[in-house]
T-cell receptor, first 117, second 114 residues
């Protein structure tokens, strides 16, 4: 009954370093999302994947890349970290479509707190 | 595109008092509306959602919200809060026209005092 699992939970990077945030869901959801949360700004969408094999930019994609490895896994990569990327990152998944499956809301992971120094 | 405005950034309230968190949305199409709660150092948890039907929606932990199409609002209420309701609350909106992607408000921090 894990839901959405994110690793790592905490990370400190130096400016210019790279890293990949991992996310996996066990609910057989089609859609997966990466958000960042900053004080006073709510959650902003970085990238999303509507289904396996597809990815699209969200509201704030600059400085990030993603990979939908399979239906379960959706990773977020920072190629060259910057202090402006200090944030809490949340992965989420959802079942989308029409009719009875129409958007029952997202299931969120517990987050990755990233600090770039 | 849809957007959400949460009208209060901070709401202090005494234990056992009622609380209302205000949310307004803007959209030119039919929307789905959600309230999420985030307890300290945790992820977001769904409180309740409006998809269609009755405009009064009941959720977990005694919360309810009312969808008002004419005022484009989806305010969250609880008649009597507990210390454990201290958390940040997010209103969110989605629509089929935007592939059901959620757009979040900036959040309202509720602090319940004894």
């Amino acid at each position: 009954n894990a839901g959405v699992t994110q690793t790592p939970k905490f990370q400190v990077l130096k400016t210019g370093q790279s890293m990949t945030l991992q996310c996996a869901q066990d609910m057989n959801h089609n859609s997966m999302y990466w958000y960042r949360q900053d004080p006073g700004m709510g959650l902003r969408l970085i990238y999303y994947s509507a289904s396996e094999g597809t990815t699209d930019k969200g509201e704030v994609p600059n400085g990030y890349n993603v990979s939908r490895l399979n239906k379960r896994e959706f990773s977020l990569r920072l190629e060259s970290a910057a202090p402006s990327q200090t944030s809490v990152y949340f992965c989420a998944s959802s079942e989308t479509g029409t009719g009875a499956f129409a958007n029952y809301g997202y299931t969120f992971g517990s987050g990755t707190r990233l600090t770039v120094v | 595109a849809q957007s959400v405005t949460q009208l209060d950034s901070q709401v202090p309230v005494f234990e056992e008092a009622p609380v209302e968190l205000r949310c307004n949305y803007s959209s030119s199409v039919s929307v789905y509306l959600f309230w999420y709660v985030q307890y300290p150092n945790q992820g977001l948890q769904l409180l309740l959602k409006y998809l269609s039907g009755s405009t009064l929606v009941k959720g977990i932990n005694g919360f309810e919200a009312e969808f008002n199409k004419s005022q484009t609002s989806f305010h969250l209420r609880k008649p009597s809060v507990h210390i454990s309701d201290t958390a940040e609350y997010f209103c969110a909106v989605s629509a089929r026209s935007n592939d059901y992607k959620l757009s979040f408000g900036a959040g309202t921090t509720v602090t319940v005092r004894a």
